[in-house]
C-alpha cells in the first residue's frame, strides 16, 4: 500500500495542477440528505423494526422504533424522515450479510449508528471474523446528531462500511468510532463537526474527557478523504490503540492484538480544534486511571522530572502538565500512517502530532500561527530507547499570517533525542491571491494555450508568470491524465523522494533535501480520564456506557485551566531554539504578501461540498 501511495504522490509532484482544484469549492452541493428536514415531524410507527428488501419511509415521520437491519440485498431509504430510536440505537445493522444501502435519514438522539459483526465462533480467528462482518454497506447523505454516545459506531471485526456526503455533527462522544480489528473503512466527504463537547447530562466535558472527530482504535487500512473535520473537542482524527481498559473490574474488555495501522488521511479540512491529526495519541498521556491490562515496558508510575526535555514549553502542541510529578504510560502504536493533501487551519496546539514509526507528512496547506508539526515520543525515546523512526515530513505548503518573516521550521515541533530518520524536504511557502491561499507549484488557473500568458504559478510565496515551456509541456497533461481528476499539489519544485537520503544531524533549510535527527530526551504526560468513546475501549461491549467528568464538572488535571501553555504562549522564533532541528528557511522570506483574513483556501482531491 505504501508503495502505490508513494508512486501516486510522486506522479502528483511533477504535474502542474490549476489553482482552481486547489480551493475549496463553495458552490458544491450541501452534504447530509437530499430531503429537507421537518420542522414538526409527526410520530409513526413502521409495521416491523426488522427491515428487508427495499424499505421506504415516510418524509415528514419520526420513528422511535430501533430499527435492525440483518439481511443482504437491504436498501433503506428515510426520505427525509427521522430516526430516533428511543431504546439505544436508532439502527442497527449486523450479521453476516453483504449488499446494504441507507440513505437520506435523520438519526437525531440514542445512540448513534451501529454496525456489528456477528458473534464469534469457538476457535475463529479475527480474519475469519471479518470475512463474516458486514461487507459492502453504504451509508449516504445521512445527518446523524445528538447522540448520548458515538455518532457512527463500527464495531470489532467491521471490514469496509463506507461513510459519504453526510453530516456527523454534535454527539456527546467522537463523531466516528472505528472499534478493533477493523478494517478498510471509508469515511468520504463528510461534514464531522462539534463532536466531544458536553456529557449525555449536558456538562462540558473537560481535559482527556473531551473526544474527536474521528477516533481509529487498533483497527487498520482505512481511507479519510476529503471531509470538512472542524471544531471537534479534542482534535479531527486520532490514531491509537487501547491499552485494554479496565481489564480486571470489565470481562468484556479485551487485549488489542492489532494496531491503527496503514490509516490515510487525505484531502480534509481541519479547524477550529487542538489537534488536527494525532499519530498514536495515547503514546505519552497518563493512563493511570484506565486501569490497563496489557503490559508496559515501563516501571509505572514514572517521575516526570526525570524525562522532560525543557524545549516542551515552547511548544503548544507538547499539551504537557508539568505539574504532574508521577504518570504511568503504555505503549501505543499507529505506525504506517499517511497524512497528505490536507489543510489545517485555526488549530489551537499541533497540526498534526507524529509519536509512531513511518509517518508520512505530505502535501499539507498549513495555515497560521500553530505548531505545524509534532515529531517525538518523550518516553518510548528516553526509557525505552525507541526514537520516533522514519518521519516523513515533505512537500508542504504554509501561510504564517503572522508575518513573511515566520519559516517553515520555526513551526515545527521537532523534539530533541525523540526522532530519527525524519526527513524534512521541500516544504515552502503558500500564495496569496484573490480566490485564499495557492499552494506552491499550483497555478492560478488551468493552463491552456488561451490563459498561459495570464496563468500564474506559485513559487514559494511568490506568484510568477509561466514560462513558455511550461505552457507548451505535453508531459505535464499526460501526468495530469494519469493522476486523475483528483490529483493534488505539484509543479515545480516537487520533483520527487529520489535523491533525498536521510543524514545524521546538521541544520536543515526545510525546502532542500535532507534529514533531521534529535537532541535529548522530552516529556508529554498529561492526566488521564476515562476514556469515553460510549465502549469504544471496551472490545466487545454492548452495553455502550459512556464515561463522564466528574458530577462536578471541574476541570481535570490535564485541562488548559491546570496551566497548559496556549498557542504562542513564550514561542521561540528562530528555528534552532525550537528544537535545534532546523535552520533558516531556504525560501524567499520577503516575497508572501499575508493577507489578514483571507478566506481560507485548500487543497482538495475532490470537489468540496460546502
Avoid at 421506504?56 to 430501533?66: E, H
Avoid at 515541533?413 to 496569496?432: F, K, Q, S, V, Y
Avoid at 514559494?460 to 508531459?475: I, K, Q
Amino acid at each position: 500500500m505504501r508503495t502505490t501511495m508513494r508512486t501516486t504522490m510522486q506522479t502528483m509532484m511533477r504535474t502542474t495542477i490549476a489553482g482552481a482544484a486547489l480551493l475549496a469549492a463553495t458552490a458544491a452541493t450541501a452534504r447530509g440528505p437530499a430531503v429537507p428536514a421537518t420542522a414538526s415531524p409527526e410520530r409513526c410507527t413502521h409495521p416491523t423494526s426488522d427491515l428487508t428488501g427495499t424499505v421506504q419511509l415516510r418524509r415528514g415521520c419520526r420513528y422511535d422504533q430501533s430499527f435492525r437491519i440483518k439481511a443482504s440485498g437491504t436498501t433503506l431509504d428515510c426520505g427525509g424522515a427521522e430516526l430516533r430510536g428511543s431504546d439505544g440505537y436508532p439502527l442497527t445493522i449486523a450479521g453476516d450479510i453483504a449488499d446494504v444501502t441507507v440513505q437520506d435519514c435523520y438519526v437525531v438522539g440514542g445512540n448513534g449508528i451501529a454496525v456489528r459483526a456477528p458473534n464469534a465462533r469457538d476457535g475463529e480467528t479475527d480474519d475469519q471474523l471479518r470475512a463474516r462482518a458486514p461487507r459492502n454497506v453504504v451509508l449516504r447523505r445521512l445527518d446523524i446528531r445528538g447522540s448520548a454516545n458515538v455518532g457512527l459506531y463500527l464495531h470489532q471485526h467491521t471490514r469496509g462500511v463506507t461513510l459519504r456526503e453526510s453530516v456527523v455533527e454534535g454527539n456527546s462522544s467522537a463523531g466516528v468510532y472505528l472499534a478493533p480489528y477493523g478494517r478498510g473503512h471509508r469515511l468520504i466527504d463528510n461534514r464531522i463537526a462539534d463532536n466531544g463537547h458536553v456529557t449525555p447530562e449536558g456538562r462540558p466535558r473537560v481535559g482527556w474527557y473531551r473526544r474527536e472527530g474521528v477516533a481509529v482504535d487498533a483497527s487498520s487500512e482505512h481511507l479519510i478523504e476529503g471531509n470538512d473535520i472542524v471544531d471537534n473537542a479534542l482534535g479531527g482524527v486520532l490514531l491509537y490503540k487501547n491499552c485494554q481498559e479496565h481489564a480486571a473490574e470489565n470481562p468484556r474488555s479485551l487485549p488489542r492484538t492489532e494496531h491503527a495501522r496503514a490509516v490515510v488521511v487525505r484531502g480534509n479540512r481541519f479547524a477550529d480544534e487542538p489537534f488536527g491529526v494525532w499519530v498514536a495519541a495515547r503514546q505519552s498521556r497518563d493512563l493511570a486511571q484506565m486501569e490497563c491490562g496489557d503490559p508496559t515496558p515501563y516501571d509505572n508510575p514514572i517521575l516526570t522530572a526525570s524525562v522532560y526535555h525543557p524545549t516542551y514549553r515552547d511548544f503548544a502542541s507538547a499539551y504537557t502538565n508539568f505539574e504532574l510529578p508521577f504518570v504511568s504510560v503504555w505503549p501505543d502504536f499507529a505506525e504506517d500512517a499517511v497524512v497528505e493533501g490536507n489543510t489545517f487551519e485555526r488549530i489551537e496546539r499541533g497540526g498534526v502530532r507524529v509519536e509512531d514509526d513511518r509517518a508520512r507528512v505530505a502535501s499539507n496547506l498549513f495555515i497560521g500561527d500553530f505548531d505545524f508539526i509534532f515529531v517525538g515520543a518523550p518516553f518510548r525515546a528516553r526509557l525505552a530507547g525507541q526514537p520516533v523512526q522514519g518521519t516523513q515530513i515533505v512537500d508542504n505548503s504554509f501561510a504564517a499570517t503572522s508575518g513573511p518573516a515566520v519559516t517553515f521550521a520555526d513551526r515545527l515541533a521537532l523534539i530533541p533525542d525523540e526522532h530519527a530518520g525524519t526527513t524534512l524536504a521541500r516544504n515552502h511557502r503558500a500564495c496569496a491571491f484573490d480566490r485564499g491561499w495557492l499552494r506552491h507549484g499550483a497555478t492560478t488557473t488551468a493552463v491552456t494555450p488561451t490563459t498561459c500568458g495570464t496563468a500564474r504559478r506559485c513559487d514559494d510565496g511568490a506568484l510568477v508568470p509561466l514560462s513558455p515551456a511550461e505552457c507548451d509541456d505535453d508531459d505535464d497533461d499526460d501526468d495530469l491524465a494519469d493522476a486523475g481528476p483528483d490529483t493534488v499539489d505539484g509543479g515545480a519544485g516537487n520533483d520527487s523522494d529520489a535523491g533525498v537520503d536521510p543524514v545524521d544531524a546538521g541544520a536543515d533549510d526545510g525546502a532542500g533535501g535532507g534529514a533531521v535527527d534529535a537532541g535529548d530526551g522530552g516529556g508529554e504526560p498529561v492526566d488521564a480520564g476515562t476514556d469515553g468513546a460510549g465502549g469504544d475501549d471496551q472490545a466487545g461491549d454492548d452495553d455502550d456506557d459512556d464515561a463522564t467528568p466528574p458530577a462536578s464538572g471541574a476541570p481535570s488535571a490535564d485541562d488548559d485551566a491546570a496551566g497548559l501553555r496556549g498557542d504562542g504562549d513564550n514561542r521561540q522564533e528562530d528555528g534552532a531554539a525550537r528544537g535545534g532541528s532546523c535552520g533558516a528557511d531556504g525560501g524567499a522570506a520577503g516575497r508572501l504578501t499575508m493577507v489578514a483574513g483571507v478566506a481560507w483556501a485548500w487543497a482538495s482531491r475532490r470537489r468540496r461540498r460546502s
